[in-house]
């Protein structure tokens, strides 16, 4: 009984194989029926009064004979369906058995990279776990997020983005030598166990060697684009005693890794937690907000020194909650840039501006603010310039403010990106000069129309004479290159005075203007040649 059970639970699990038992009884029953018809027309079933009896003893040795080879052919035949029926069902079992090993690997892989996938990856990770516990150890989890992938997909299509996720797969495989799992956890993210058994202790190390691998271009159709990673590492058990929170932790690290400008990695501590949280809160906000296109311009005048006369409007972003009311970038441009979002603000802000903007008259310019970020994407000059026609605001009536900073990470790109701005008809402004990684070979090979002082010279000019000699160091400097310059901060009639008299172009601050909505905008600047009075009052205004 035992036999059988095994048998039909067997049979039962795959019902291919009740089909073809029930065929296959099918098939025998009609066997045996042409037997029993065969020996009825050979005679061998009846005797002389009519009766059946297949054993009779009044057969004849004739008919004996007669009835032992038909029996014997049908044996053979029945022998050799048999055989070929047995080796028919165990070659369908064992490629039953095959596909279902290949099922159960390719559930637990990323079908585009080969890598595993998070399911597998958790499981892994919960072994690990038992495993460190059981030799009081600890290992590493490293979660990574691409930069600057994005753009590839909008510009390149989504099969090009394909093709660079098995680039990086291949990458990160080949530098993680050591690593228990590998695995492709989302669109753009990997994670990376790295075990106690592998003797390293140096995890930091391990994401150095991850890093390097991406400084190589990555090819597209015979196209090289730059991609960077930013890594969060989380330490078991120190980061967390179990899965979900080992996860939740790496994911803090990682978070300050793109705040920090990216392309780097950070190990978690507690007190990026508060920072995580304000992310998690203003995250799914921040892309509501894309959506209803909350996100609007407020601008501020650059005035002409000498002649007081207002020339331009730099553009600022502001949230228009529909709950908190306005809230300033201070707020939602660091979370946006971790999220890769601040291009998306950025634009729609832009879009808006240069829609009310486009019928003013000249020289009324606009002038706007681009992230480090966007100067890493080499489609930035295209980007803008598709707003700018579905706008009808001419290039050159636009002029795009970069900050030093944000020519470090990666020098040749973005002077790509600024000459092709340039070529557009742009103009070009270097922001916050003197703050950040100056050089003088970046005045001297960089497309710049314009310098912009950082305020925090202006503001101390009258009382920090450190400041003063800064300030009139750059007005040389830059006159002598035959740039024009502009000083931001001017809070006082008395410092724009000073500025004008050492030779700088123009001012911006709060002595002329807070930043001010649209509407404000067209009521105090709608006439491009009105002089520009100072706002009331005339002491320092902070932000």
């Known amino acids: 009984m035992n036999i059988f059970a095994g048998m039909w639970s067997r049979f039962s699990r795959r019902p291919w194989l009740v089909r073809r038992a029930v065929a296959d009884a099918v098939v025998l029953t009609t066997i045996l029926a042409l037997v029993f018809a065969l020996l009825d027309y050979f005679g061998l079933l009846e005797n002389e009064h009519g009766g059946f009896h297949v054993l009779a003893p009044l057969i004849s040795h004739e008919k004996l004979s007669q009835l032992g080879s038909l029996m014997l052919v049908l044996s053979s035949f029945g022998m050799i369906f048999i055989a070929r029926r047995f080796v028919d069902i165990r070659n369908q079992l064992r490629q039953q058995n095959l596909r279902d090993a290949r099922a159960k690997a390719e559930s637990r892989r990323d079908p585009l990279t080969g890598l595993a996938n998070r399911r597998h990856f958790n499981e892994t990770l919960i072994e690990e776990i038992r495993a460190a516990d059981e030799n009081n150890a600890k290992f590493a989890l490293l979660l990574m997020d691409l930069d600057r992938f994005k753009p590839i997909n909008d510009v390149f299509g989504h099969e090009a983005g394909d093709v660079v996720l098995k680039q990086v797969a291949e990458r990160i495989s080949k530098a993680s030598t050591d690593a228990v799992c590998i695995a492709r956890t989302g669109g753009d993210e990997f994670a990376i166990l790295v075990s106690h058994k592998t003797g390293h202790t140096d995890f ?276 002598s290159l035959g740039l024009p310059t502009v000083a931001e901060g001017i809070e006082s009639e008395d410092v724009a005075r000073i500025l004008s008299e050492l030779g700088c172009s123009y001012g911006q601050g709060y002595l002329y203007s807070r930043p001010i909505p649209l509407e404000e905008v067209e009521k105090r600047y709608l006439n491009a040649g009105e002089e520009v009075a100072p706002a009331e009052p005339k002491t320092a205004l902070r932000a």
């Not at 390097?212 to 930013?230: L, M, N, T, Y």
């Not at 932790?249 to 705040?259: E, I, T």
């Not at 006369?309 to 300033?328: F, I």
């Not at 470090?408 to 092709?420: C, G, K, M």
């Open 204 to 479: 930091g190390h391990i994401a150095e060697k991850i890093l390097r691998h991406f400084e190589p271009v990555f090819e597209i159709d015979d196209k090289a684009v730059r991609i960077g990673a930013s890594m969060g590492i989380a330490f078991y058990p120190s980061a967390g005693d179990d899965a979900e929170a080992l996860f939740r932790h790496a994911d803090v690290a990682l978070y300050n890794a793109k705040r920090n400008g990216r392309n780097r990695y950070c190990l978690y501590a507690e007190e990026m937690d508060s920072a995580v949280r304000n992310m998690s809160e203003l995250a799914p906000d921040i892309k509501r907000g894309l959506r209803e296109s909350e996100f609007v311009p407020y601008f501020q005048p650059l005035v002409d020194l000498r002649s007081g006369r207002a020339v331009g409007m730099e553009v600022l972003a502001r949230w228009q909650h529909p709950v908190h009311g306005l809230v300033g970038p201070d707020r939602f441009i660091p979370v946006a840039e971790a999220l890769d979002m601040v291009g998306e603000v950025t634009f729609q802000v832009m879009r808006k501006a240069c829609s009310a903007a486009v019928n003013w008259k000249p020289p009324l310019f606009l002038a706007v603010n681009i992230s480090p970020g966007q100067l890493r994407d080499q489609w930035l000059a295209e980007r803008i310039l598709a707003v700018l026609t579905e706008t009808g605001f001419a290039p050159s009536r636009l002029e795009v403010e970069i900050t030093e900073n944000s020519l470090v990470e990666d020098i040749d790109v973005a002077r790509a990106i600024l000459y092709s701005l340039k070529n557009q008809g742009m103009r070009i402004a270097l922001d916050d000069f003197g703050t950040g990684y100056s050089s003088l070979i970046h005045l001297r090979d960089l497309p710049l129309d314009k310098i912009k002082i950082d305020r925090s010279f202006v503001t101390s000019l009258k009382t920090d004479i450190g400041s003063a000699k800064i300030v009139s160091a750059i007005l040389g400097l830059v006159t």
